[in-house]
C-alpha cells in the first residue's frame, strides 16, 4: 500500500540553526501538508501546498518558515532559525484530490531545538 | 482555541466491549469529519469519516455519530480488541476536498482495551 515517507525520523538542532525536514508524498497525490504537534497538545496545521503555491498557511507558518517542492517528488519543510520552541513533531500529510479520499500522513520527524 | 474538543485525555474498556469516544466541535462552519487513530511513532491513520449531511455511517466494527445541532460526534468501537489500543483524534474541515481542505484536529483521548 502507498504511503507518506518522512526522513529523518529524528532530528536534534541547536537553537538558531536551519533545519529542512523532507517527505515523499504519495506518489499520486495533489495537496501536500505540513502539521506539527507540540508534545502533549494537538496536532495543528501549517501549511497546504498545491500547483507549486502555497494554497493556506496557519499564523505559525511565518517567515522563518518555507515549503518547496523541488524535483516532483520530495515536498520539504525548512525552518530558517529554530527555535526552543520548534521543537515538536512535524508530519507531513498528502491527498490525492478526490472528494471521497482523506489525508494521508507520514510517520513524523521529531525536531528537538536545543 | 479548542474548535475541536475531545474532553476525555484517556477511556479504559474491557476486550468485547463497546468503546465511546467522543468529540465536541464549536465551528458551525465544519462540514466534514474524521477520526484517525495513531499508535506511538507512528502518524494518525484514517479510521472513519462522516459528512455533515449524515448522521451516522458505519465501516465494520467503527461506527460515527454525527449530531450537528449538538454539534457532538462520537465514535463507538464494537466489541473493543486489544489492538485498538491507541490514541484516536477526532478531525474537522470546512470543506471536503479542494485547495482549502485542511484538518483542525482535537487533543486526542488514549483508549486502552485490556485483555
Known amino acids: 500500500e502507498p504511503e507518506v515517507t518522512q526522513t529523518p525520523s529524528h532530528q536534534v538542532t541547536q537553537m538558531g540553526q536551519e533545519v529542512i525536514l523532507r517527505c515523499v508524498p504519495i506518489s499520486n497525490h495533489l495537496y501536500f501538508y505540513w502539521y506539527r504537534q507540540i508534545l502533549g497538545q494537538k496536532v495543528e496545521f501549517l501549511v497546504s501546498f498545491y500547483n507549486n503555491e502555497i494554497s493556506e498557511k496557519s499564523e505559525i507558518f511565518d517567515d522563518q518558515f518555507s515549503v518547496e517542492r523541488p524535483d516532483g517528488s520530495n515536498f520539504t519543510l525548512k525552518i530558517r532559525s529554530t527555535k526552543l520552541e520548534d521543537s515538536a513533531m512535524y508530519f507531513c500529510?498528502?491527498?490525492?484530490?478526490?472528494?471521497?479520499?482523506?489525508?494521508?500522513f507520514g510517520p513524523g520527524t521529531r525536531l528537538t531545538v536545543l | 482555541d479548542q474548535q475541536v474538543k475531545q474532553n476525555s485525555p484517556s477511556l479504559s474498556v474491557q476486550e468485547g466491549r463497546i468503546s465511546i469516544l467522543n468529540c465536541d466541535y464549536t465551528n458551525s462552519m465544519f462540514d466534514y469529519f474524521l477520526w484517525y487513530k495513531k499508535y506511538p511513532a507512528e502518524g494518525p491513520t484514517f479510521l472513519i469519516s462522516?459528512?455533515?449531511?449524515?448522521d451516522k455511517n458505519e465501516d465494520g466494527r467503527f461506527t460515527v455519530f454525527l449530531n450537528k445541532s449538538a454539534k457532538h460526534l462520537s465514535l463507538h468501537i464494537v466489541p473493543s480488541q486489544p489492538g485498538d489500543s491507541a490514541v484516536y483524534f477526532c478531525?474537522?474541515?470546512?470543506?471536503?476536498?479542494?485547495?482549502?481542505?485542511?484538518?483542525?484536529f482535537g487533543k486526542g483521548t488514549l483508549l486502552t482495551v485490556n485483555p
Open positions: 462522516i459528512s455533515s449531511i449524515k
Open positions: 500529510a498528502s491527498y490525492a484530490g478526490l472528494a471521497t479520499d482523506t489525508q494521508y
Open positions: 478531525a474537522a474541515s470546512a470543506v471536503r476536498g479542494g485547495s482549502n481542505y485542511k484538518l483542525t
